[in-house]
């Protein structure tokens, strides 16, 4: 069992950035597929980012390729998203979520594969 808590998500003014935490309990974090993704009012949910277990291999949606970075600590349990460049559409509660499978790229944006997933994190990108 998984479980996974956000932190760092708050109102910022467009152009700004942020850096959102994930903090993970339990073992095997290391052999875990983490993601970003994020929902927002009246919308479904997206896929923001992923990064395989190792994180040597990372992807991105498109629309967050370039101003995002998706990273993790296995030493500390931690993924992390550093949000540059925020655009008011960027205004979504962002969720950390964990998958238990080895890292296929293809994969990586099914938010129906991630296994756990954290409570979510409001980041509100005033313009």
Do not use: H
Not at 108 to 123: E, N
Request: aromatic fraction near 12%; glycine fraction near 12%.
């Amino acid at each position: 069992q998984v479980q996974l808590v956000e932190s760092g998500g708050g109102l910022v003014q467009a152009g700004g950035s942020l850096r959102l935490s994930c903090a993970a309990s339990g073992r095997g974090f290391s052999t875990y597929v983490m993601g970003w993704f994020r929902q927002a009012p009246g919308k479904e949910r997206e896929f923001v980012a992923a990064i395989r277990g190792s994180g040597g291999s990372a992807d991105y949606a498109d629309s967050v390729n370039g101003r995002f970075t998706i990273s993790r600590d296995n030493a500390k349990n931690t993924v992390y998203l550093q949000m540059n460049s925020l655009k008011p559409d960027d205004t979504a509660v962002y969720y950390c979520a964990a998958a238990q499978w080895s890292w296929v790229r293809s994969y990586a944006a099914r938010g129906s594969l991630y296994d756990y997933w954290g409570q979510g994190t409001q980041v509100t990108v005033s313009s």
